[in-house]
């Protein structure tokens, strides 16, 4: 391989993977949602159901959530740009990924041994940071060593992963909660949050043979600027609008099955409806990333905004519903989160100002990703309680129309990007 001075060579991408390294890269990505499906729409509802009187459960939902956000969304970057200068012999994106599970691993520890809300939530926030000090690194590899006619693969296979991760653990959870045992569904996720990580640091050997790019002057200003310059900021923002739909809603979905829908079991049918979601949703990651290279990723876009409005606005007749159609709508949703994750990560990829340093951009990328996280959980936790005591179950009614306005925003904006078909 020809080198060139450090400092003063542009970072390209790699020649074409196999496809061996093509799934061992995405296996982490199947371990990031093996660890946050559960965690951040089952296990942690649940203890707060436990430990939490019903009138503040979703403040105590929206606190933790809130406040975990807050670094979901400035680790990304900051990490992501330090990625992007660090030079160690085992490469710039890898020694930052062992050292997050390591912190991952030692949080699931906390939040299964918390029997009180403070250690639960101290548990639940050191998650969610660790999990983003990995994902930071890890925005970087694929575009480190993915060429542009490969990025639609790329991404459709990064969504399948985060279809397949959710369906695993979700399917540990649903066999765990029927046999009483789901707090056990932390030690599995303990293995697998290791397992996972081991194919990809091997398929992102090659990456330590990259330059290290020169460290520029930080100026806050530039940091930022990808925001609001040309198509990455309408692909971001198209991201935040159709990220707060799901982020809002996902927390609640537990307390909504509960109260709206008047279900006797809500952790059961919490994890069979989120189940049925991804598995509809793995094919249509699948084939979407793979037409979306030859077809445009914008088509994508519209179809999941449109299926996911409809669905939050069936929704609002709650308890009227059959439980079998409430099935049936999780399979029309996962046909649209799956259209949508297919091209999620393809959009900014195509979008990126800056090849050359490309975690620091997907790390602000991400912050589409975590800001909803931030804004949203605590501001609906709050605001459930609050409708709620006015009327029967207003609040949950109110959020699925507010997520459906959201969905429908996304899907218009998106057409505001020029260079993405």
Known sequence: METTPLGTAPITPAGSLTRLRHVALGTFWFGNNFISTPVYTILLQLQVAELIAKNSQGAAIGIATGIGGVFAMFLPPAVGALSDHLHTPWGRRRPIMVAGVLGVVLALVVMWNAHSYPP???????????????????????????????????????????????????????????????????????????????????????????????????????????????????????????????????????????????ISQPATITSLFELIVTVVAVPCAIIGGLLSDRHGRKPFVYAAGALQTVVLLIFLAGSALPLPLVMVLGAVYGIGYGCYSSVDWALGIDTLPD???????????????????????????????????????????????????????????????RSVR
């Open 120 to 262: 639960l939530l101290i548990g639940f926030v050191m998650v969610v940071a660790f999990l983003n000090v990995c994902g930071g690194a890890y925005a970087g590899i694929i575009p480190d060593l993915v060429e542009g006619a490969q990025t639609g693969a790329a991404s459709g296979l990064l969504g399948l992963f985060v279809q397949l991760g959710s369906v695993a653990s979700l399917l540990v959870t649903l066999v765990l909660s029927r046999s009483g045992q789901i707090r056990l569904t932390y030690g599995v996720i303990i293995v697998v949050a290791i397992l996972s990580l081991l194919p990809t640091l091997w398929a992102a050997s090659g990456e330590r043979e990259r330059a290290v790019p020169e460290r520029p002057p930080f100026n806050l200003r530039e940091f930022l600027s990808p925001l609001w310059k040309g198509d990455f900021g309408w692909a971001f923002l198209t991201r935040f609008l159709n990220l707060s739909a799901f982020y809002a809603v996902l927390p609640f979905l537990f307390l909504s099955f509960r109260d709206l829908f008047g």
């Open 355 to 417: 090849r050359d340093r490309p975690a620091k951009d997907l790390g602000l990328y991400h912050v589409a990703d975590a800001l909803p996280r931030v804004l949203l959980p605590l501001l609906v936790g709050i605001g459930l309680d609050a409708l709620n005591a006015t009327a029967p179950n207003a609040g949950y009614r109110a959020l699925f129309l507010f997520c459906a306005v959201l969905y429908a925003a996304g899907a218009v904006l998106v057409s505001q990007i």
